[in-house]
């Protein structure tokens, strides 16, 4: 019965120290808890100044490994780019207290390039935007370009000719986005 008490005493003690040192207080938690290392971040403010940019060197939740509370108060965007998506919400920060806008979420997917041989696939998941624009580019001549439109899947397959080795690139235009695929065949 004592050790109980012990415990439950600590317990509670450690809990009271944790809470209070809790300086950032979120009213909604944004739908992209779990962020991984290598995933990039990227915080503008409303007139689109960039406030902050770089890497997640850990694994966790984005409101633990980045303080909002700091920020004045205002409205930011916050980007994290992961390998095939790039999620976008806003986030208001009024006197310390940080609130994720759900109703400001929003879910970019990348397009996927993949060579295989003399074969360029490229994939794209077209919720977002049903549309892309591609451009095949050896060394720095245009050799083909092309609209895709489609509805909840793009997909384009280009056979190179594979007696011409060299660098290609290939540059897609979507979401008012530009991703470039550099690769050798």
Known sequence: MKTLFKNILVLAVMLG???SYANETLEVVPTFNNVKKGNSITVTDA??????SGQINFDGNISRLYNFSQLEDGIYI?????????????????????TFLNNKQKTIFKPVFR???DLLIITKFG???PKMQVDLYYGDELIHTENVKGSEI????????????????????????VYVENFRI
Not at 47 to 52: H, S
């Open 17 to 19: 120290t944790c809470t």
């Open 47 to 52: 007139t689109g100044l960039i406030i902050f």
């Open 78 to 98: 916050l980007e994290v780019n992961k390998d095939f998506e790039i999620n976008i919400s806003t986030v208001e920060v009024k006197g310390n207290v940080v």
């Open 115 to 117: 060579v295989e041989d």
């Open 127 to 129: 919720f977002d935007s």
């Open 154 to 177: 793009l997909n384009r397959v280009f056979k190179l000719d594979k007696t011409i080795k060299g660098d290609y690139s290939a540059v897609v235009r979507t979401n008012g986005r």
